[in-house]
């Protein structure tokens, strides 16, 4: 069996990468162009292909005969003029419809399009079960009476989100919304909160699972950058949905959180 890595951008490809080549599966890369660092795949088998290019990923993937594929890294979804979608794409649209405009819908029907081509998807946690996030308190640092009160708001907020396909994730401080997520991702969203804290410290960012999000394409996910921007924001620390989250790099994220005093809880 050939794992094909469809690899977008941020740490998690290379980890996939690095624990494919340990476990002695192979595997070859589709590096999504614009995306996804080529520097760090030049020691295994890829191929740099835009994502508009549907037909070439294909016809690449059976070339090197993989049947499974994974999808691990950041994409940020370009518009339909920059997508510059070839002849397979546009059909892919086409017979999805009004589904190719959310998210949720645009992941599910791009796995039922990979599965008329023979092609079976998995998670990413099938092969790096050590990223999911468990649950309780998963650092050194407990969250306190108010943090689980406001992450207890963030939930009741990202699900609600969730409902309609807009986001992930919520800023909480001591009960009030400070922002959203909206198209532009977490990281954004966190730095145009930084004019809207009230405290110098407190508050917590809580990332929660979609009710119908496609859980092999697009679980809510942190590593080290989110610990070291809501250090930036002065956040009291994360709270995450156990079991439909992943935490990159889990050895760094939670020793730069202990560090840095914050904590990391699933819920």
């Not at 979608?85 to 992941?107: E, M, S």
């Not at 092969?127 to 689980?148: A, C």
């Not at 949905?241 to 790099?249: D, M, Q």
Request: with cysteine; proline share 4%.
């Amino acid at each position: 069996m050939i794992i094909g890595i469809i690899a977008g951008g941020g740490h998690l490809p290379l980890m996939l990468k690095t624990q494919l080549a340990k476990d002695g599966k192979p595997f070859f890369v589709v590096a999504l162009e614009g995306f996804c660092d080529l520097s760090l795949y030049q020691d295994c088998p890829h191929k740099s292909i835009r994502v508009g290019a549907i037909g070439e990923i294909l016809k690449t993937l059976k070339q090197n005969n993989a049947t499974t594929l994974v999808f691990a890294g950041s994409v940020q979804r370009p518009s339909l003029s920059s997508l510059r979608p070839d002849t397979t794409a546009l059909k892919w649209l086409t017979r999805l419809g009004v589904k190719a405009f959310g998210d949720d819908g645009l992941f599910r029907g791009i796995i039922g399009e990979l599965a008329k081509e023979g092609f079976q998807v998995l998670g990413v946690q099938d092969f790096l079960p050590q990223t999911l996030v468990g649950q309780g308190t998963l650092g050194g640092v407990s969250p306190n009476f108010q943090d689980h009160r406001d992450i207890e708001k963030g939930i009741l907020v990202a699900h609600a989100l969730g409902v309609h396909d807009v986001g992930q994730a919520v800023v909480v401080e001591q009960g009030l919304v400070l922002a959203v997520e909206g198209i532009e991702g977490t990281a954004a969203m966190m730095h145009r909160t930084q004019g809207l804290k009230r405290e110098a410290k407190g508050g917590v960012l809580v990332k929660a699972f979609k009710p119908q999000q496609e859980s092999r394409v697009d679980l809510p996910a942190i590593g080290p950058e989110t610990v070291k921007q809501a250090m930036l924001l002065g956040l009291n620390g994360i709270a995450l949905e156990s079991g439909r989250a992943l935490i990159i790099s889990p050895e760094e994220t939670f020793g730069l959180a202990d560090k840095n005093g914050l904590f990391i809880f699933g819920f």
